[in-house]
């Protein structure tokens, strides 16, 4: 009977897509600098479990793909370890500076523009300093 089992499949399923979907996304970054601090959390604490798999949990990206292993207990020890939540901030931030400037809501500033800024306010006090020892 497709009326109870296609319920039942789904509420089954959904939870193991959401899992599978979140984990895609937010268990890497998006930064190149956070990704590289999660590429040596991954080894250290790959390491340190396997010496002393009582007292340092597996890294949840060591779980993905074991038999008997949900993806959403995967994304539960992901969430308790904090990884999810730490990658989903920056996540989100990177995706949405993206857009905001390809779409033309906030408009960018050259880094060369506010270094001739600063470089120009210092000489103009260089030169400031300069006159006063002169007169």
Same mark, same amino acid.
């Given at each position: 009977d497709f009326t109870k089992t296609l319920p039942a499949f789904s509420e089954a399923r959904v939870k193991e897509g959401? @899992? /599978? &979907?979140?984990l895609a996304f937010y268990l890497n970054s998006l930064?190149?600098?956070?990704?590289?601090?999660e590429t040596f959390h991954l080894i250290i604490r790959s390491i340190l479990?396997?010496?002393?798999?009582?007292?340092?949990?597996?890294?949840p990206?060591?779980?993905?793909?074991?038999?008997?292993? @949900? /993806? &959403?207990e995967v994304y539960d020890h992901a969430v308790k370890l904090g990884i999810i939540n730490k990658?989903?901030?920056m996540n989100d931030k990177v995706r949405m500076e993206y857009f905001e400037k390809k779409a033309g809501m906030v408009t960018v500033e050259s880094k060369r523009s506010t270094w001739r800024i600063v470089f120009g306010a210092g000489l103009v006090a260089l030169s400031a300093i300069f006159i006063q020892k002169c007169m």
């Open positions: 959401n @899992a /599978l &979907s979140d930064d190149k600098k956070q990704q590289t601090k479990n396997s010496k002393f798999p009582n007292l340092v949990a597996e890294h990206q060591t779980m993905i793909g074991r038999r008997g292993v @949900a /993806l &959403s990658h989903r901030a």
